[in-house]
């Protein structure tokens, strides 16, 4: 019998993909681009397997050009590239990479922080422009971040994460969520409605999924309600902020900076307002992008195809139901 036919829509760091080649025959596409649209669906017209990154769309259409396929495997902890419900009609089950990307995603919502707050972008421009003539006492103010109210909107794995590192500063910690006793007595993080965050934190940091009822969550009304000194973080989805709203609210000084790293579309095109505000910091989604995270993001979306392919559950299941 021969081994099961799979496709990965992207070289992968790490070794995993040497395990995924001694166990099936493996297509790996070579280009840094993804595969375009037409050019995915052909390539997984006789797959068993597929594994796919947030940049590639799975939905009813391509699983109806894939009769054979059992399983997908996202290497990502959001999952909003994929048509779950259509993989759960043809009990498909769909894998994620939660928890192994946690601590570097915390890490990087927290060096935005400290990088808005601190204004090191403007800084570095200072410098490297020829400006830098002397040290002045009100050069490049930026905002304290000992002692300042942080404000997290979503406590999961990766808030729960910006929290413990903001204790550390000897932060004050609000959060919008359900009610987390645990949170509350670990950290001493705080429970507030939303409107009630937005008006007292200092840094307001995002980390909800991506799904209709969080579609533009913080717009211009949310905005309006920030200090005009406070600093809005996102690195959930660029979805989950109203670009247009924010740009046009950093112009007018509320909120007083921006450090996104997702935006909406990614990439994020060259003429957005945004990446012509000194008071906005936009990186290019790497948030997980550490060494050891990546490898163990290949490698747990490995295990999860190859789980998948046997019939066994996922380590990780969006959709578990499929295979009770």
């Known amino acids: 019998m021969q081994n099961p036919r799979v496709f990965v829509t992207r070289e992968l760091p790490g070794n995993a993909l040497e395990v995924l080649k001694a166990r099936t025959r493996m297509e790996v596409w070579p280009d ?12 997984v017209r006789d797959c068993d397997g597929l594994l796919t990154l947030v940049t590639d769309r799975v939905d009813r259409a391509l699983l109806e050009a894939a009769p054979k396929l059992r399983v997908v495997s996202n290497m990502g902890v959001g999952y909003d590239n994929i048509d779950v419900a259509a993989c759960t009609q043809r009990r498909i089950p769909v894998g994620n990479t939660p928890g192994v990307l946690t601590d570097a ?4 919502a927290f060096a935005l922080l400290l990088a808005a707050a601190r204004r090191l972008p403007e800084a570095r421009n200072y410098v490297l422009e020829g400006r830098w003539k002397t040290w002045h006492p009100s050069l490049l103010l930026g905002r304290d971040v000992h ?20 204790r550390g500063f000897g932060m004050k910690i609000l959060y919008s969520d359900i009610q ?3 949170v509350e007595v670990e950290i001493g993080a705080i429970r507030a409605e939303q409107n009630e965050l ?17 579609r533009h969550l913080i717009g211009a009304t949310e905005l309006a309600l920030m200090k005009p000194t406070s600093v809005l973080i ?36 060259a003429s957005d307002p945004l990446l012509n ?3 906005a910091l936009v990186v290019p989604h790497i948030g997980s992008a550490s060494v050891q995270a990546r490898a163990k ?4 979306a490995v295990e999860n195809l190859l789980a998948g392919l046997e019939g066994k559950p996922l380590v990780h299941s969006v959709n578990p139901q499929v295979l009770a």
């Open 147 to 166: 002692g300042a109210t942080l404000g997290i909107i979503g406590m999961g794995q990766i808030g729960r994460a910006m929290a413990t590192r903001a």
């Open 180 to 182: 987390k006793p645990d």
């Open 234 to 269: 996102n690195t959930s989805r660029g979805g989950v902020v109203d670009q247009a709203a924010l740009a046009a609210a950093l112009r007018a000084g509320r909120p007083g900076a921006a450090a996104l790293d997702v935006t909406d579309p990614e990439p994020i095109v």
């Open 297 to 300: 993001m290949a490698s747990l």
């Open 198 to 214: 937005l008006r007292e934190a200092d840094f307001v940091s995002l980390h909800v999924p991506f799904m209709p009822q969080t």
């Open 105 to 108: 995603t915390a890490d990087l």
């Open 32 to 43: 840094p681009m993804p595969p375009t649209r037409e050019q995915l669906i052909e390539k």
């Open 277 to 279: 505000l000194p008071n």
